[in-house]
């Protein structure tokens, strides 16, 4: 979640216990809880990229990664 005052590059990765400065925003949904148009959004840094898409992509979740500061889902 992001904080108004807060700048988008001081968020963590959404990985367990990783606290790396977020680079990525894997923005997703669950077809069977959400409607078509919802998006979640899971922040990854550099390394945690590909392992949080791939859990996603195996579930059919992931819709889009896009750089953090492009996500539409962050904008205040």
């Excluded at 680079?23 to 409607?35: S, Y």
């Excluded at 959004?41 to 996603?56: E, M, S, V």
Aim: aromatic share 8%; hydrophobic share 35%.
């Amino acid at each position: 979640m992001t904080h108004p005052d807060s700048p988008a590059e001081t968020l963590p990765c959404s990985a367990r216990g990783c606290r790396a400065p977020a680079r990525w925003a894997l923005r997703w949904n669950n077809p069977r809880l959400h409607r078509p148009e919802r998006r979640k959004t899971w922040l990854a840094c550099d390394t945690h990229r590909p392992f949080l898409g791939d859990f996603l992509g195996a579930r059919g979740f992931l819709r889009e990664v896009a750089p953090m500061a492009e996500s539409p889902t962050l904008e205040g």
